[in-house]
């Protein structure tokens, strides 16, 4: 099938390329994301393939249908970025990769907790430069702390079960709560001020939907421990950015670790290293001691890689076979 894919880079091609071996699919590569601006360049393609970034609202929508496109088939697993009313409307089928290595995202997020509870970027910076001292650098053990996970799917499940290991108190929190999980793990569900309140590390692992965007905001996060550990590996609108700020110059959270930022889009995945920041809020998380911002880089490890451009080729190969489709979402 001819399959136009977006906002790729080295690692995509490369993964892609090995699956489609396999495969055998007419891909060709564009390193612009997918959105009005750059619809046109799908023209003529029947599967399109954007990734996390990539905007498919009705307007893009409209210009793939009429260039001929039918099938959406999304490379990553939160389809926040796709109007799935305004596909069924013009009856463009959407496919994901609901899973492909929940390890890559959870170990992402106690990499950047630890990172920054222990401050080993700091250090790291320090003996580079010949610095041995470690003034400002006492951290905290992971052992006793409490936990609390919100949204136990298959990330979130992976990263219970590492806390376990560091010997941490667990607290859950989902509305499809799974008792036998919890039990398993010697872990309890919760609800949601209740796990805020209790926990020393509060770790997001739920999508971004119309329900849970700003989950994160003024009123919870003043519910939450002085001195909390948050990291979100999930969505950046599950959190409000400004209320963000406001709590870290108070002084009210112990540190924050992003993998996502609400305004990510146009700003990850890209050097801007000779112009600088033009968004003043990302600018402005940058400069606490106590955050630390990777740029959506959780499912970055070649196991993720493999597995997301073997399922993404094979949801392309069925669409074409009309067979069911597995993992098309539904609106
Ligand atoms: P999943 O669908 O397996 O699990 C999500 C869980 O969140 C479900 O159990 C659901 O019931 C729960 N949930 C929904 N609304 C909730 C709420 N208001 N409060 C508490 N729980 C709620 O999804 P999975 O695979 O675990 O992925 C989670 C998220 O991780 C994705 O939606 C995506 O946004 C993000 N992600 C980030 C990546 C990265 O590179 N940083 C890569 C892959 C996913």
């Not at 891909?27 to 994301?33: A, C, K, S, T």
């Not at 399109?48 to 496109?69: E, S």
């Not at 009123?219 to 909390?228: I, M, Y």
């Not at 930022?261 to 998380?285: H, I, K, N, P």
Request: proline content about 4%.
């Amino acid at each position: 099938m001819k399959l136009a894919v977006f906002d790729t880079h080295s690692y995509d091609q490369q993964a892609l390329s090995a699956a489609n071996v396999r495969h055998g699919h007419e891909i060709v590569y564009f390193e612009p994301r997918l959105h009005a601006a750059t619809a046109s360049l799908a023209a003529g393609f029947a599967a399109v393939c954007p990734f996390v970034n990539c905007r498919l609202d009705a307007a893009t929508l409209q210009q793939l249908a009429q260039g001929g496109t039918r099938l959406v088939a999304l490379r990553a697993a939160g389809y926040n970025g796709i109007d799935l009313a305004a596909a069924k409307a013009l009856g463009m089928t959407v496919v994901r990769v609901p899973a492909y290595s929940p390890h890559a995202v959870a170990e992402h997020a106690f990499a950047l907790l630890l990172t920054l509870v222990r401050k080993t970027h700091r250090a790291y910076n320090r003996v580079r430069e010949a610095d041995f001292s470690l003034d400002g650098l006492v951290g905290f053990d992971l052992h006793g702390k409490t936990l609390g996970i919100i949204g136990t799917g298959r990330i979130g499940r992976v990263a219970a079960r590492i806390a376990t290991g560091f010997g941490c108190r667990v607290l859950l929190c989902d509305p499809q709560s799974d008792p036998a999980f919890a039990q398993q793990l010697d872990a309890s569900y919760c609800e949601l001020p209740q796990l805020l309140a209790q926990s020393d590390i509060v770790s997001l692992h739920l999508p971004l939907t119309p329900d849970s965007h700003h989950l994160i905001n003024a009123e919870s996060l003043a519910r939450c421990k002085p001195g909390v550990i948050l990291v979100n590996t999930s969505r950046g609108g599950l959190i409000d950015t400004p209320a963000l700020i406001a709590a870290l110059k108070r002084g009210q959270l112990g540190g924050v670790a992003l993998d996502v930022y609400e305004l990510e889009e146009g700003v990850f995945f890209q050097d801007w290293s000779g112009t600088g920041l033009a968004d003043d809020q990302l600018a402005r998380l940058t400069t606490f001691p106590n955050v630390l911002i990777s740029s959506h880089q959780g499912f970055l490890t070649r196991e993720a890689l493999a597995n997301i451009a073997d399922t993404t080729l094979e949801n392309v190969r069925a669409f074409a076979a009309g067979e069911t489709l597995i993992n098309a979402i539904s609106c």
